[in-house]
């Protein structure tokens, strides 16, 4: 059964707010604020304090936004910042914060400039020697990142992959052989897609961690193998609607020697074998695990796919 506040948490709540009176918020300054990716309780007590301060917020959509805002009863000039006039609205801004004002920047949901657009932004009031606040939030990277289990303590943010086929197989196959855990979004229309080419590239075995909708009314968190993982989604057809974040085990590790020497056997065995049958040769020969030599030497291949492609 859910609880209500209790009157206690309130009066933490509320000394936290007068706390927040008694710090600096410096004008002539942009507020990169992370807004929640779903559930609107995730917002912290300063972003709240500082999109109700500032003179106008910098928006991915004023729609989106505005909906936000009267949520938490706030009321605020806002103005479109997208990919499409990130540029001009970059120079917009420098010249509001020269003239004294305090602008907040946000995306639709998540934090700016994380696979959404705001870096550009960023950049260009650094470039003037102004002062760029971050205002911590809701990712939706690091919270599937804190559930996954995956016990590397590297990540590699990726973001969105490439739409098109050849082009995603491509840039996956550049990815093949790193051991940090993988970090992707992805939409809705593209999920089967991406979970298709990421076990043609990357082998059934390796781990995925798939978190649909995070924080919100219908979230989904699964972890499975490639292999399984277009079988859970066919399961229902409810698991491929949604934002996705997709995160994928890091490749197995060996060590530079046994990589080099390993690469070195499955050049050699690629010849004349298939990825399978060179994986299963090699184990035999350096006594390896057949997994670990599996997605080596389907890096391998991809490598030379790509190159025979640019030479031709």
């Known amino acids: 059964m859910n609880q209500p506040l209790n009157f206690s948490l309130m009066a933490s709540v509320s000394k936290l707010a007068d706390e927040l009176d008694a710090q600096q918020f410096p004008q002539s300054a942009l507020y990169v604020i992370a807004t929640p990716i779903g559930n609107v309780s995730d917002i912290s007590l300063r972003a709240l304090k500082v999109l109700n301060m500032v003179d106008a917020i910098a928006c991915e959509d004023t729609r989106n936004t505005s909906q936000l805002l009267t949520r938490y009863g706030i009321s605020k000039k806002c103005f479109a910042a997208h990919q499409h006039n990130e540029r001009s609205v970059a120079e917009k801004i420098v010249q509001q914060l020269q003239e004294g004002l305090r602008i907040a920047l ?55 992959l490439p739409a098109k086929n050849k ?53 989904q968190i699964h972890r499975c193998s490639l292999g399984s993982a277009i079988t859970w989604f066919q399961q229902d057809e409810n698991r491929q609607r949604g934002e996705f974040v997709l995160l994928i085990e890091g490749a197995a590790s060996l060590s530079s020697d046994e990589d080099s020497e390993a690469e070195r056997i499955l050049g050699i065995l690629l010849e004349d074998c298939s990825v ?27 490598k030379s796919d790509i190159a025979k492609d640019e030479n031709h």
């Open 106 to 160: 946000v995306s639709d949901a998540g934090t700016p400039g994380i696979s959404d657009p705001g870096a550009q932004i960023v950049h260009a009031v650094l470039e003037a020697g102004l002062q760029v606040i971050p205002i911590p939030g809701a990712s939706a990277a690091i919270a599937a990142l804190s559930c996954s289990g995956f016990l590397s303590n590297e990540f590699y943010f990726v973001g969105f």
């Open 167 to 219: 082009q995603r197989e491509t840039e996956l196959a550049k990815l093949s052989n790193i051991k940090a855990t993988l970090v992707l979004y992805e939409a809705p229309h593209r999920i089967i897609e991406t979970i298709t080419s990421l076990a043609l590239v990357f082998g059934s075995e390796r781990k995925i961690l798939i978190a649909r909708e995070l924080s919100k009314l219908f979230e």
């Open 276 to 302: 399978s049958q060179a994986a299963t040769l090699a184990a035999r020969i350096t006594g390896k695990k057949k997994n670990t030599l599996y997605e080596l030497a389907l890096a391998l291949q991809q």
